[in-house]
């Protein structure tokens, strides 16, 4: 298992210009859930390229599970930041998301702590990660 902070992330993403430029390109802020979705499914599959991860379909169903849980909550992405994100029962529900997959061993995003990015099991499947 690899981890990839989202640091160390952001400073390899030079070397991958078409991945930084589609980055930059991205909105920041949202209103609607979906929109916010589209977002991160790309941040996704960038993030996927930059660290040699081809398990990008995992890591866009973490993506979903945790996009349906914040639907539960709330109606909008505008009210789940404004409201809802820092609070620590949400919390707990997306490290038990993010726990799940790590329970697994699949690739998946971890959000907390001082590590928070993308772990990476590539090396321990059938395939081998793309470095």
């Not at 699949?106 to 099991?121: D, L, Q, S, T, V």
Request: charged share 30%; aromatic share 12%; proline share 4%.
């Amino acid at each position: 298992m690899k981890i990839w902070t989202f640091k160390k992330i952001e400073q390899n993403l030079p070397q991958f210009p078409r991945e930084e430029v589609a980055l930059k390109k991205l909105p920041t802020s949202f209103v609607e859930f979906d929109e916010w979705h589209k977002a991160n499914m790309a941040k996704v599959m960038i993030a996927a390229t930059v660290i040699g991860c081809q398990c990008v379909a995992e890591l866009q169903k973490q993506e979903e599970e945790l996009m349906n849980y914040r639907r539960k909550v709330c109606k909008t992405a505008k009210e789940w930041f404004k409201r809802y994100s820092n609070m620590p029962e949400h919390e707990k529900e997306i490290r038990r998301i993010s726990y799940n997959f790590a329970q697994r061993r699949i690739c998946h995003r971890n959000f907390f702590g001082p590590k928070a990015g993308i772990r990476c099991y590539c090396d321990e499947h059938a395939h081998r990660a793309q470095q």
